[in-house]
């Protein structure tokens, strides 16, 4: 069974743009959550989906947002890029959120903003 | 969730056991003790978790103390791919999916 899918893998971006990341999870799984990680502050919670809804933010500015469709799949929006955006985005999907089961990641999507 | 504290960093030797300690000495009744690995460049990798009781299975074991306040996760046999930062998180079993990541144990499979 297929795992979490993310696209793209890899990208580079200008300050000032914006850019949309996506994310399939695994087949069956209906909540999606996002983190960010970089060098210096490690894997950071942004926020979790479930049945289209976020149920969960982590301390992020409004310029991060996401949103979850009604197969499950999940976006993630960063508006007015910064140079320290710049970081691996991590999706990570589970059967529900509260059911109990272990996140599993995919591979993450870089960013580069310059 | 409990905090947890973990050595930066670990060496060792390949085909040998690598013993992975963690502390969470402020765990409470109702939190489970997981493990994620992340090999370099990577998303994180669910290894194993446990409440109280053993586990094992086919990466790793788990092993926590009767007190709870520690434990360890063992790869029997660590081979030149395990070697990877190792998570240990302290949470809440059915608590949606915000996991606290701290800095992990760099471990290193030596040849």
Known sequence: ?114 | DAKTTQPPSMDCAEGRAANLPCNHSTISGNEYVYWYRQIHSQGPQYIIHGLKNNETNEMASLIITEDRKSSTLILPHATLRDTAVYYCIVRVFKYGQNFVFGPGTRLSVLP
């Open chain 1, 1 to 114: 069974k297929a795992g979490v899918t993310q696209t793209p893998r890899y990208l580079i971006k200008t300050r000032g743009q914006q850019v949309t990341l996506s994310c399939s999870p695994i087949s069956g799984h209906r909540s999606v959550s996002w983190y960010q990680q970089t060098p210096g502050q490690g894997l950071q919670f942004l926020f979790e989906y479930f049945s289209e809804t976020q149920r969960n933010k982590g301390n992020f500015p409004g310029r991060f947002s996401g949103r979850q469709f009604s197969n499950s799949r999940s976006e993630m929006n960063v508006s007015t890029l910064e140079l320290g955006d710049s970081a691996l985005y991590l999706c990570a999907s589970s059967l529900h959120p509260d059911s109990g089961n272990t996140i599993y990641f995919g591979e993450g999507s870089w960013l580069t903003v310059v």
